[in-house]
């Protein structure tokens, strides 16, 4: 079993940052990969970002690319999402999500096997 747990939520004004964490624990897999995803209220869940543990170009939203930046620390099995210019469209629950699919890397929650329990971010105008 897989736990993940998101930190690093808050409420920022537009045109701040904030740094997610999402730390992995239990049986982890070096090859899985990572995801963010965030669900605004009323709004379905969107794919934010994804990161394979091994390396290779993220996958970023187009809503995103530009000013958040996807990383994560194998060491510490965590993934980071370091989000800058925020705007107040941003705002959501952002999830973090593990897919144990060897060399897969997709925007699709369906294709994800954990879930993190979510961290709220709120972006004031």
Do not use: H
Not at 59 to 85: E, H
């Amino acid at each position: 079993q897989v736990q993940l747990v998101e930190s690093g939520g808050g409420l920022v004004q537009a045109g701040g940052s904030l740094r997610l964490s999402c730390a992995a624990s239990g049986r982890t897999f070096i090859t899985t990969t990572m995801g963010w995803f965030r669900q605004a209220p009323g709004k379905e869940r969107e794919f934010v970002s994804a990161i394979r543990w091994s390396g290779g170009t993220p996958y970023y939203a187009d809503s995103v690319k530009g000013r958040f930046t996807i990383s994560r620390d194998n060491a510490k099995n965590t993934v980071y999402l370091q989000m800058n210019s925020l705007k107040p469209e941003d705002t959501a629950v952002y999830y973090c999500a593990l897919d144990r699919t060897i060399g897969s890397i997709s925007s699709k929650g369906e294709e994800y096997d954990y879930w993190g329990q979510g961290t709220q971010v709120t972006v004031s105008s």
